[in-house]
Nanobody
């Protein structure tokens, strides 16, 4: 069983940067991949980034738009998402998800492929 808790969300201004975190506990090893998803009000959940099993691959979707960087701290079982130059379009609930033996070999990584999910952290970009 894998337990996931996101943190670090809040209200920021346009142009700001923000790092959100994902803490994983349970049976965690490098076989687990971690992905970030987001869901804006009234919209479907979309993938943002995916770090594959054994960190072999890191992929980003168009939603990341070159402004987001995902990273993993193996020693502390944490995953981070650094977001730069935030805009109102980045306002959403951000979710961390995990799955074992998932390569993240492409920019297509549907939510249905991930078994373990956190409760999400809310990010609001507003002036």
């Amino acid at each position: 069983q894998v337990n996931i808790v996101e943190s670090g969300g809040g209200v920021v201004q346009p142009g700001d940067s923000l790092t959100i975190s994902c803490a994983a506990s349970g049976v965690i090893s490098d076989e687990y991949a971690f992905a970030w998803f987001r869901q804006a009000p009234g919209k479907e959940r979309e993938g943002v980034s995916c770090i594959g099993t054994r960190d072999v691959n890191t992929k980003y979707t168009e939603a990341a738009k070159g402004r987001f960087t995902a990273s993993r701290d193996r020693a502390n079982n944490k995953v981070y998402l650094l977001k730069k130059n935030l805009t109102a379009e980045d306002t959403a609930d951000y979710y961390c998800a995990s799955e074992s033996w998932y390569p993240c070999s492409s920019t297509w990584f549907p939510a249905s492929h991930f078994k373990y999910w956190g409760q999400g952290t809310q990010v609001t970009v507003s002036s």
